[in-house]
């Protein structure tokens, strides 16, 4: 389903950092899966530089390798959850694709526009999302568990039940839980995240076309970082925010600063004069 077999599995760990313990080997079980989404989440940066630039978000496996394994680059969620995908299907997980409706941006309905992933251990279904940016959980949470609140690095989550089978992730921000998103039991496999994507990436009224979005979901000692348009956000457990004014010329050193991002010298010169001329 998720194309693991064509995977540099190898490649792929070694860019997240992934160790292992003593070299255990690798098996589909919570430990690993605990341990590969939060190297994962920890290794590569959300980022929709590309739709920026121009150029397609290309969704087939070896493309995602390409750019985030062996280019050093980041992603958004399609990127991101795809290639996690391949690699915990690699390893031997089952995993399903989910469609997500972001609730962070009030109460209107909004569309299934992210992608997260259902990986089943010993019975047990996780949610794994390596690609909300800097509000998404750094590691699985359970859903056959709602209400269950689970604690991760100064950063508290749970999922809570609806109506129809709906199930809406929550993160507790200065003593108030704020819905992230909600998503449906329904199945979501690549051939829909091709489509979703395309709304993502081109779409006038999507809000990865037209701005620059970066993001990181910190650890337990650094900030969540975000850097949407011209703000930078820093995001605090205690929920503490900080916001500052990023200008062009300062773009890329915010981006190799706070998000470790290095562009080749051509796309930096293209980023900068796009960010230039909205000024």
């Known amino acids: 389903m998720w194309s693991g077999d064509e995977l540099d599995l190898d490649a792929y760990l070694k860019r997240i950092g992934y160790e292992g313990d003593g070299g255990r080997e690798l098996c589909p079980d919570l430990r690993t899966l605990k341990e590969v989404h939060r190297a994962h989440t920890g290794a590569l940066t959300f980022e929709n530089l590309d739709v920026l630039l121009g150029r397609p978000v290309e969704l087939d496996i070896k493309a995602v390798e390409d750019k985030l394994v062996r280019g050093g680059r980041g992603g958004y969620c399609y990127e991101q959850n795809s290639l996690l995908a391949a690699a915990l299907e690699r390893i031997g997980f089952e995993v399903s694709g989910r469609g997500a409706r972001n609730r962070t941006r009030g109460d209107a309905l909004r569309p299934v526009t992210h992608a997260?992933?259902?990986?089943?251990?010993?019975?047990?279904?996780w949610l794994c999302d390596a690609g909300f940016g800097y509000?998404?959980?750094?590691?699985?949470?359970?859903?056959?568990?709602?209400?269950?609140?689970?604690e991760q690095g100064g950063w508290t989550y749970r999922v809570r039940a609806e109506e129809d089978g709906v199930l809406a992730l929550s993160l507790l921000r200065g003593g108030a839980w704020r819905d992230l998103?909600?998503?449906?039991p329904q199945r979501y496999h690549p051939v829909d995240y091709v489509l979703l994507n395309h709304y993502?990436?081109?779409?006038?009224r999507s809000a990865f076309v037209g701005q620059v979005v970066v993001q990181h979901p910190g650890d337990a000692v650094r900030t969540r970082r975000a850097l949407v348009g011209r703000e930078l956000t820093l995001l605090h457990p205690d929920g503490r925010i900080e916001r500052q004014g990023v200008g062009s010329g300062e773009l890329l050193a915010v981006l190799d600063r706070e998000f470790g991002i290095r562009l080749s010298a051509r796309d930096a010169a293209e980023l900068v004069r796009i960010q230039r001329a909205g000024d």
């Not at 997260?116 to 279904?125: A, F, K, Q, R, Y």
């Not at 509000?135 to 689970?150: A, I």
């Open 135 to 150: 509000q998404g959980p750094r590691d699985p949470v359970p859903l056959g568990r709602p209400g269950t609140e689970v």
């Open 181 to 184: 998103y909600a998503f449906s």
């Open 200 to 204: 993502s990436s081109s779409h006038p």
């Open 116 to 125: 997260v992933l259902v990986v089943t251990v010993e019975g047990e279904p």
